[in-house]
């Protein structure tokens, strides 16, 4: 399998650039700029990637690698910051832009290279940059430029080292995919034959020979990574893997049917459901600080794990449902760092194992939605949208009671309906209903109503850690609201959440 070595100077678009890899079927990890040369010369990489970064390299504090990576005779595509780390390091010089500082789109001419075959003369790049090569180090040659940049795009070919000052990861990168693609295919010689299938066969067989006799417990919280790396290793020890579905009642509608459904009947799976509603809603009893709620959830979910973890006996191995992007937050390169998932945070404190197996270290979140359906995990588990751990607690605002739940989980039922029928469960990331704590006045028939008030909440996002509204069509809001005050009674007012991330976030607590 050829893989791609992605080195880390702190840039922005570290994960985009391991992404934009894997898209054509090359594998690529992102490593530390501080990585040994030696680990990387074993590793056989087929081609290296320089990152970007805030930093200037001749700050004497900027993160770099030794000069000798350039002379493993692996091709080195240098980004941005990359690009200028790999002048200075050849003998270059690189010295502020000062006033020509370059943002945004810029127009590139390229002079030729295996780099730009198939990429017009001129072309549309992206440009982020307070510094730029001035001098071009022996051996290498100006090879694109733009208005503001002399040397947008240098190279030694024969060496093959190429630098861009652009980003071509990026999007607004008109050819910055044909770019990739050359980098990948013509100048490292990749094959691009790593596929979600390649992946899945292999660490099933992986399994199969470590965890050989060995019995294995799983924490299912029905979401994604957890259902995903269970199923997966299921298929490597069989029986031997026992899951664990700590149903807290505060799952959505017949959610928690579902999950059970799925692994017991469609995968023939041991799993133990435990249902503890009723022992989490006398914890919640009279709470409403949502941090509290929040806390009281987390606290009491390891507890009832560790209850039945004790009747289940000894494990030998606990399954985490880690995925790359946790990886790299928790430091790239660095030895594997436990990821306190909400659900099985504070597991590997209270069960007793020998080991801790990530089937899912390597994978971005789609490449986890593609890899569930390769194993055959239904499309409404795998494309199941983001679901915090405390669940409907913390969409009931103030006091948790069964009877709110109820009201909540219809509505949000309703909502969901409307929106899977409008087809546009895909386009928005999350979406919701909130049932507020506020009553207000209606009138149904000749009748004053005094009922709830419940907040439908949409938004688009890449990463949740910014969010915009949803857009949603006005005729799926009113068909929504129509159906929630005429099916569920008790509510008379339905709101939409117009707010952005930030200054709200997400959640409602
Ligand atoms: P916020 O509300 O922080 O949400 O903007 C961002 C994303 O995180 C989810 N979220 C949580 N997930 N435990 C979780 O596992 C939590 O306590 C929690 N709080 C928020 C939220 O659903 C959204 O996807």
Not at 98 to 121: I, R
Request: hydrophobic share 40%; charged share 25%; proline share 4%.
């Amino acid at each position: 399998m050829d893989k791609i070595l992605v080195l880390d100077f702190g840039g922005q678009y570290n994960q985009l650039i391991a992404r934009r890899v894997r898209e054509q079927h090359v594998y690529a990890e992102i490593r530390s700029c501080q990585t040994p040369v030696e680990e990387i010369r074993k590793a056989g990489y087929s081609g290296i990637i320089f990152t970007g970064g805030p930093n200037s390299v001749y700050d004497p504090a900027s993160p770099r690698c030794g000069r000798e990576v350039l002379e493993l005779g692996i091709p080195v595509l240098g980004i941005c910051y990359g690009c200028q780390l790999m002048a200075v390091l050849e003998g270059g010089e690189v010295v502020s832009a000062g006033a020509v500082s370059e943002y945004g789109k810029a127009e590139l001419t390229h002079t030729g290279s295996p780099l730009f075959e198939d990429v017009p003369a001129v072309s549309a790049v992206w440009m982020s940059h307070t510094d730029y090569v001035k001098t071009v180090p022996t051996g290498f040659s100006v090879t694109g430029v733009t208005p503001s940049c002399p040397a947008a795009a240098i190279a030694d070919e024969e060496r093959r080292l190429y630098g861009v000052q652009f980003h071509p990861e990026v999007m607004h990168t008109a050819y910055g995919k044909t770019m990739l693609r050359n980098f990948l295919f013509r100048i490292s010689g990749c094959a691009g034959d790593w596929t979600m299938e390649d992946f899945v066969r292999a660490s099933v067989e992986k399994y199969q020979k470590e965890l050989a006799g060995k019995r294995v417990l799983c924490a299912l919280s029905g979401g994604v990574d957890s259902s995903v790396a269970a199923v997966l290793l299921h298929r490597a020890v069989g029986e031997r893997l026992t899951c664990v579905f700590v149903d807290h009642g505060l799952l959505r509608k017949d959610e928690g049917d579902l999950v059970e459904r799925t692994f017991r009947e469609k995968f023939e799976m041991n799993i133990v459901r435990v249902n503890a509603g009723e022992r989490f809603l006398a914890k919640l009893a009279g709470v409403t600080e949502p941090e509290k709620k929040r806390k009281i959830i987390g606290e009491e979910f390891i507890r009832v794990f560790e209850e039945e973890a004790k009747k289940i006996g000894y494990v030998h191995v606990l399954v985490q449902g880690t995925i790359y992007p946790d990886v790299v937050e928790s430091g790239v390169g660095e030895a594997a760092t436990i990821k306190s998932h909400h659900n099985v945070g504070g597991l590997p404190s209270v069960i007793d194992f020998d080991e801790i197996v990530e089937p899912l270290r390597l994978l971005f979140k789609d490449e986890v939605r593609a890899a569930g359906l390769e194993l055959g995990i239904p499309y409404e588990l795998v494309w199941r949208q983001p679901f915090p751990g405390p669940g409907l607690a913390i969409r009931v605002l103030g006091e948790v009671t069964e009877e709110k739940l109820a009201v909540l989980r219809e509505c949000d039922a309703i909502f969901r309906e409307e929106v899977l029928a409008a087809g546009l469960e895909r386009t928005t990331k999350q979406y919701f209903a909130v049932l507020t704590d506020s009553r207000t006045v209606g009138v149904m028939g000749d009748a004053r109503t005094y009922g709830c008030t419940v907040a439908l909440r949409a938004v688009d996002t890449d990463d949740f850690m910014t969010a915009d509204w949803s857009r949603l069509p006005y005729d799926v809001l009113a068909k929504a609201s129509n159906r929630i005050t005429n099916e569920v009674r008790t509510v008379s007012r339905v709101v939409y959440d117009i707010t952005s991330k930030p200054p709200a976030t997400v959640e409602w607590e």
